[in-house]
C-alpha cells in the first residue's frame, strides 16, 4: 500500500542537539499527525495537525502542516535520550464515513550521550 | 486500563492455522481501525469500524483476512489459512470518529511458521 516519504530515514545526533525531519505526499491530506514509536509498543500520537499552515508546538516537539497540505515537518529541540525511537508522521483521508490514516516510512532517530 | 488493549501480545502458530487477534477499545470510541506493520515499515491500514459496521475494509489484503465487531466495542480479526507472509505486529487504534486522533494498542506480533 502507499506509504508516505518520511527524510531522513535515520539519524543520530548528540544531546542537546535540535533535530528536524519531514513528510511528503503526492496526495493532499485534511490532518497531519506525528507519532513516536518505540520497540515493542504501539505507536503513540505526539501531535496533531488540522489546517493547512498550521503550526503546533507539545514542549520540545514543533510541527508544521504545509499549505499545500502535502507535507509536514517536525522539529525537536534540545534532545534528550528517552527521544530516542522511530517516528512516523501519517496523513488522514476523510471520505464520507470511512476514515484511515497512510503513514510515512519512519525516522529512525538515536541520540547520543 | 484506559488505553487500547490487543490480545494476545505473541502468537506463533503454524502454516495453514486459523489465528484470532483482539482488540478493546478505549471506552466511548465508536470508530476502531486494524492496521498492519512489517518489520521497519509504517503501519498499513486494514480495516475500520463505525460502530458495527465495516465501513471501509478496502486494506484487508484477500479474502483469508476478517473482522467483526458486533456490538461496537470489542473486535476480532481473523486469519483463515495462515500463511508465512501474515508474519507482522498487527495494531489496533480507536477514536472518537471523524478526525479525531487515532490511539493505539502496543499489537499482537504474529509468527507462522
Known amino acids: 500500500g502507499q506509504q508516505l516519504n518520511q527524510s531522513p530515514q535515520s539519524m543520530f545526533i548528540q544531546e542537546g542537539e535540535d533535530v528536524s525531519m519531514n513528510c511528503t505526499s503526492s496526495s493532499i491530506f485534511n490532518t497531519w499527525l506525528w507519532y513516536k514509536q518505540d520497540p515493542g509498543e504501539g505507536p503513540v500520537l505526539l501531535i496533531a495537525l488540522y489546517k493547512a499552515g498550521e503550526l503546533t508546538s507539545n514542549g520540545r516537539l514543533t510541527a508544521q502542516f504545509g499549505i499545500t497540505r502535502k507535507d509536514s515537518f517536525l522539529n525537536i529541540s534540545a534532545s534528550i535520550p528517552s527521544d530516542v525511537g522511530i517516528y512516523f508522521c501519517a496523513g488522514l483521508s476523510n471520505t464520507g464515513t470511512a476514515s484511515k490514516l497512510t503513514f510515512g516510512t519512519g525516522t529512525r532517530l538515536q541520540v547520543t550521550l | 486500563g484506559a488505553g487500547v488493549s490487543q490480545t494476545p501480545s505473541n502468537k506463533v502458530t503454524e502454516k495453514g492455522k486459523y489465528v484470532e487477534l483482539r482488540c478493546d477499545p478505549i471506552?466511548?470510541?465508536?470508530?476502531l481501525y486494524w492496521y498492519r506493520q512489517s518489520l521497519g515499515q509504517g503501519p498499513e491500514f486494514l480495516i475500520y469500524f463505525q460502530g458495527t459496521g465495516a465501513a471501509d475494509d478496502s486494506g484487508l489484503p484477500n479474502d483469508r483476512f476478517f473482522a467483526v465487531r458486533p456490538e461496537g466495542s470489542v473486535s476480532t480479526l481473523k486469519i483463515q489459512r495462515t500463511e508465512r507472509g501474515d508474519s507482522a505486529v498487527y495494531l489496533c487504534?480507536?477514536?472518537?470518529?471523524?478526525?479525531?486522533?487515532?490511539?493505539f494498542g502496543d499489537g499482537t506480533r504474529l509468527s507462522i511458521l
Open positions: 487504534a480507536s477514536s472518537p470518529g471523524g478526525n479525531q486522533p487515532q490511539h
Open positions: 471506552s466511548g470510541h465508536t470508530a
